[in-house]
C-alpha cells in the first residue's frame, strides 16, 4: 500500500495565534476572568458586611486604593467587551423568526442592548442614583 | 464594459506539495503562473496543471461554488478556490490542502471522518407522520420552510471543519457541519427524529464539545450559519435537561 | 487485483445512481449494492442543476399536455412511450422526493409550489429557489445513507466492463486514494454516469462530466444514440460559462439585443409581451434551441452586445426587484456578483449560449435495459428517447429519478435470474483492463501532452459542432477527431505514482471524451436535416421522410463508428409543426 497520509499537528497551547479570529475568541474568554474577580470581591465585601459596620468600612477603604481602582476600570473595560462581544453573537442562540422571515441578526443584537440599558437605568433609579 | 479585467497578471502561487510516495513530509513550492485578473485561484492551479506541472493533485469540479470539491486553504483561510477571485489578492498567493484533516497528496485532504461523522447525525428525514405517496405531500408552509431552509443549504465542503479549532484540537468531536445538517432535519416540520438525532448531538463529542468560536460561520461560503445551529442545540438540549429533571410532567 | 462482489453495481452516484440505489436497497434489504463513483456522491453534476423539475400536480394541468409539450419541445424526435412513462412517474417521483425532505418551495397553504418554464405551456416545474438539483442531490444521498446495504465505494474510477458469456457482470476501476485497480464483479450493472460536454471548450458542465459511462459501454458494443443532439443553454456568463437558469425567464427575465429590442420576437416566438409578465411557450419562456438559435441569428446580424468576452444579448432581471430576485434567484445573483462584478438587481446581465447538456447517449428502451444483457443505464448518460432532439428545461431532472428507479427495478430483476459467472473469463479481463493501465504508466512522453489533445478536441467540437452545423465543418470535424484519437494513443503520462494520481484520470477521462465527440460529429454529420438542436446550414428544414429516426453510433475501434439508425416510437402525436408564437389559441 502506497498511502501515506500526513498529519499536521495542531499545537496544544500555542494554536489561537494562528489566525486574528482566534486571537479575537480569546480575548473575548480570557475577559470573563476579570468578571469573575470582580465577583468575588463583591461577596467578600457581602461577607465583611455581616461581620459588622468596622469591617465593611475596612472593605469600602481598601476599595479606595489606587491599585484597587485601577482593576475596577480595567474589569470595566473588559466586562463591557465581553458583554459586547457576546450580545453580537447572540443571535445565532436566539434567532427570531416571525412569519415566513427572520429577523435580522441587528434587531434581535439590539433587543439585547435596549433590555440591558433598561435594566440599568432601573437598577440605578433604584438605588437612587438617578 | 471596458477595463483591467481581461488584463494578464503574473501571480505567484506557493502549493503545498506532498506526495506519499516520494517525500516524506509535504513541502511549499513555488509557481508563477500568467493569470487573467478576472479569474479564481481555481483557474490558476487549473492553468497551472495544464500547463506547468500536471502532477498536481487536487480536487474540483463545478466551478460554480455549490458541488464542495475545491475547499482549501489560501493565505491561510479556508476557501472555495472557485470562489477565491484574484482580484481580491495581491502578493504571493499560499495554497495548502486544508487544515485538521490529514494530507492524502497535495491539494487533497482525506474526507473519511467527514463522511462517517454526516452519516453518524442521520442527515435524512425520520417522518413523524407516515404518509404514503397516495397521500400527497406533506403540507409545508412557507415559514415553515424557512426555519430550517438555510441549514440545508451545506454543500458538504468541510471549511467550517477547517476553520474549527476545537475540532483541530479534538478530532472526536462531530463537528458543525455534520451538526447543522442534523439541526436542519430537527427543525424540519416533517421531521420525527429529534430525539435520535439528539442522541448523537446533544453530547460531550456534539455540540458541548463547542465552545462557540464561530469561525465555521465566519468561513462557510454558503452562509449556513452552523454556529448558530450549534448553539440552538445547545438551548435546546439544555431545556430537554431542565424539563426532564425539574417539570418532568411537561411534554417535550 | 482484489474482487468486489455485489448483486447489482452501479457506475456514477448522481441524482440517477443514488435513486438507483435507494430503489434497490428498499426492494430488498439482503440485496449487495455497490454505489461507484470518481467523486463524493454530492459533488456530482446533478448539484448544478438550478430550475426545478417537472411533473403535473396542479388541477389545471395534464398528463396530456405535459406529453404535448415534451413531445413537440423535442421536435418529434422523442420515443413517446418512454415519454409517456416518464410523464406518468414524474409526479410521484418528486413527491417522493418530498417523502424524503426535498425543500421544495411552497403555496402560502403548504402545498408544492410550480414555477413556469421554457417551452411548457402549463406551470409544472418543482423548485427550491434556484438550487433545485443540489437539494435533489443532497436530499438523494442523504436518505442513501439511512440503508446498511449501500456499499459506497466513492473516488472510485471505473475504466472497463467485464463482458462474458454475452452479458455484463462487472467493471474494473481505480481506487484513487490508492492507485490500486479492483474488480467489481456483478448480476447486473448499472451506469449512470452522467454527460460529456466538457468535449466542449464553452460549457456548463463540472469537469467530471467527460462520458466516461458513456464510452465504456460503447466500447463493448452498446449503440450510442442520437449524440448530435447537444443543447445549447441560452444564457450562460460569457466569461466563464456558468449556467444562469431558465428560471431567470421563467420569473420574468426578458432577452434584450444591443438596441434593447426583444429580438425573440423575430424568430417565430413573438409577439412581445409585457416584460415581468411572461407568457408561457412563448417570447423568453421559447424552448432552448430556438432561444439559443435567435441569439446566434442576432449575433450574425450584428446587433449583439460587444463585451470583452465576444457578443453577448442582454438578460435583463432588474424589473423583478431585489425582493424577488433575492427569494427565487439568489444563487444566480451570487454568480453574477462573483465571476463578473455585476449586480443583477442593478445590472443588465451579458449572456451567450453555451454547452449544457447532452440529448444522446447509451441507447436504453423504456425499462432503461441497454443492448447489451446485463447492462442497464439512466440519466443524462442514457438517452431513452424522452427528450428527442431538444430538452425542455425541468425534464431532466426528472428524468434521473424515473429512470434511475426504472433502471434498478430492471438490474434487480436480471441479477436475480443470472447463474454465477466464469471466474477465470472474467479475470483474464479484468487483468487486461489492468495491463491497459499499465502500458500508459509505462509509455515514455513524447510530444503529445493531454492538454495540448484536449484543447484540440474542444476547438473542433466548437467550428464544426457548434449551433449551426455545415457538411464541409463536420467533415473537419470528423476528420481531426480520427487524428486525435490516433495522437491519443501516444500521450504518456508524466505522473508515475499511484495515489489520487490525477494525471492518469485526466488521459482516461480524454479518451472518453474523445471516443464520444467522434459519435457526436460522425452522427451528425450523417444527419442530413435540421430538427431541434441539430441545425443545418446546408440542410435547412426537417426531414421526417428520411430523418424521423434515430441514430445510432457503434463503437468502430480506432475507425469512426459505424452509424446505423432506429426508428421514433410514436404512438399518438404525428409529427406536427413546432408553434412558440403568442398569437396561437
Redesign the interface.
Known sequence: ????????V?P?TT??F??P??MR?MAR?VTCIFIGIYSVMLLVGLVRLSQGSAQYEGFLAALRQPGSVLFHLLALAFSLYNTFTWFN?A?????V?V????WPDSVVAGGHYVVWVGLSLFILFWAGVL | MTDNRMAIRQVELEVLRYNPETDQEPKLQKFTVPCVNEWCVLDALNYLKDNLDPTLAYRWSCHMQVCGSCGMMINGEPKLACKAMLRDYSGVIRVEPLSHFPIERDLVAVADDFMAKLKRVKPYLIPGEKRTLADGEYKQTPAQLERYKKYAMCINCMLCYAACPEYGLTPKFIGPGAISLAHRYNQDSRDGGRDERQEEIATSEGVWECTFVGACSDVCPKHVDPASALQQVKVASTVDWYLEHFMSWVKK | METIQADVAIIGAGGAGLRAAIALAEADPKLRIALVSKVYPMRSHTCAAEGGAAGVIKPDDSMEQHFEDTVGGGDWLCDQDAVDYHIHEAPKELLQLEHWGCPWNREADGSVAVRPFGGMKIQRTWFAADKSGFHILHTLFQTSLQFPNITRYDEFFATDLLVDDGRCQGFTAIEMRSGQMRAFRAGAVIIAGGGASRMFPFNTNGAIKTGDGMAMAYRVGAALKDMEFVQYHPTGLPNTGTLLTEACRGEGGVLYNKDNYRFLQDYGMGPETPVGKPELKTMELGPRDRVSQSIWHEIQKGRAVKTPWGDCVWLDLRHMGEKKINERLPFVRDICISYLGIDPVKEMVPIRPVVHYMMGGIHTNTKATTSVPGLFAAGECACVSINGANRLGSNSLVEILVFGHRAALSALEFAKSVAPGNDAALTAQADASQAKIRALFLRTPGKESIAGLRKEMTDTMEEGCGIYRTQEGMEKTCAKLSELRRRYADVALHDKTNVYNTDLLSALELGSMLDCAEAVAMSGRERHESRGAHQRMDYPERDDSKYLRHSMAYYNGLEPPRIDYLDVVITTSPPGVRDYSGAKK
Open positions: 500500500m502506497s498511502r501515506r497520509p500526513y498529519v499536521r495542531v496544544r494554536w489561537f494562528r489566525h479570529r482566534y475568541y474568554e453573537v443571535p445565532k442562540a436566539l434567532p423568526q412569519g415566513d422571515e427572520h
